[in-house]
């Protein structure tokens, strides 16, 4: 069992950023791979960013390519999404997610455990 909690949402001016923190309980989150999706309203959960275990192997959308980075200390139990030049598209709740296999995965039905979610609005 891995509980997740996200913090570090709120509202910013376009171009700004934001860091967003997912912190997990339990004892093997250096095993699962950690994935950050979104939703806004009116619209499906989308794949933003994926981890594997180690860090070593990461996995973008296209859409957040060259703004957004994905990042993990198993130490702290914690992965973070670092999110740069952000744009009113970027409005929604992020979801942090864990995935047992541990290499990571654009694919919700790979993770088994979810956040609650973090508000990001992003203003023109």
């Known amino acids: 069992q891995v509980r997740l909690v996200e913090s570090g949402g709120g509202l910013v001016q376009a171009g700004g950023s934001l860091r967003l923190s997912c912190a997990a309980s339990?004892?093997?989150?250096?095993?699962?791979?950690m994935g950050w999706f979104r939703q806004a309203p009116g619209k499906e959960r989308e794949f933003v960013a994926a981890?594997?275990?180690?860090?070593?192997?990461?996995y973008q959308a296209d859409s957040v390519k060259d703004r957004f980075t994905i990042s993990r200390d198993n130490a702290k139990n914690t992965v973070y999404l670092q999110m740069n030049s952000l744009k009113p598209e970027d409005t929604a709740v992020y979801y942090c997610?864990?995935?047992?296999w541990g290499t990571g995965s654009s694919m919700l039905n790979a993770y088994a455990y979810w956040g609650q979610g973090t508000q990001v609005t992003v203003s023109s």
């Open positions: 997610a864990a995935e047992p």
């Open positions: 981890i594997n275990w180690s860090g070593g192997r990461i």
């Open positions: 339990g004892r093997t989150f250096s095993s699962y791979a």
